[in-house]
């Protein structure tokens, strides 16, 4: 679906960007009662990440591998243990999500960027104090010209 400034919301779908391939999915593991959520550790999950393309440069997910940048205010690893073998699988440049806004920032694991982009800080209590994280921004190497976007 293409919107009229050109965004395109990615369902489990993909586009091409000046050569880098993108492929995004808003499912997360169940973490709440919201939506977009499926248990992990499931025939259906695996089968859903084994969706991704072999050829993606660029994952987007709204919710995280496990144990990468997943863990809660409570100590909690909330991340998808399916995800995470299909993300490494893969040879991705970068899988950015979110979700889990205290595992806001950045770490590199078997060559792939993980980025937790999510927006709002939480406070100790895990409720939303209102701040807003930094926005994260990164570069990404095209493969047919060498440059960047």
């Known amino acids: 679906m293409i919107n009229a400034a050109g965004a395109k919301y990615l369902n489990e779908s993909g586009a091409t960007i000046h050569g ?3 492929w995004g999915s808003p499912y997360t593991p169940t ?3 919201w939506a977009f959520q499926r248990p992990s550790a499931t025939v259906e999950s695996n089968a859903r990440w084994g969706k991704i393309p072999a050829t993606t440069d660029v994952l987007i997910t709204h919710g995280p591998p496990l144990g990468v940048l997943d863990k809660t ?3 909690v690893r909330a991340g998808c243990i399916d995800l995470l073998r299909h993300v490494l699988r893969r040879g991705l440049s970068h899988h950015v999500f979110g979700h889990i806004h205290e595992g806001y920032g950045t770490c590199e694991f078997r060559d792939v960027i993980f980025i937790n982009a999510a927006s709002q800080q939480l406070a100790c209590s895990g409720l939303r104090t209102g701040k807003l994280n930094d926005p994260v921004a990164f570069d990404v190497v095209l ?7």
């Open 20 to 22: 880098v391939e993108f």
């Open 31 to 33: 973490w709440g009662s």
């Open 143 to 149: 493969p047919e010209a060498g440059g960047q976007i």
């Open 73 to 75: 205010v409570t100590g």
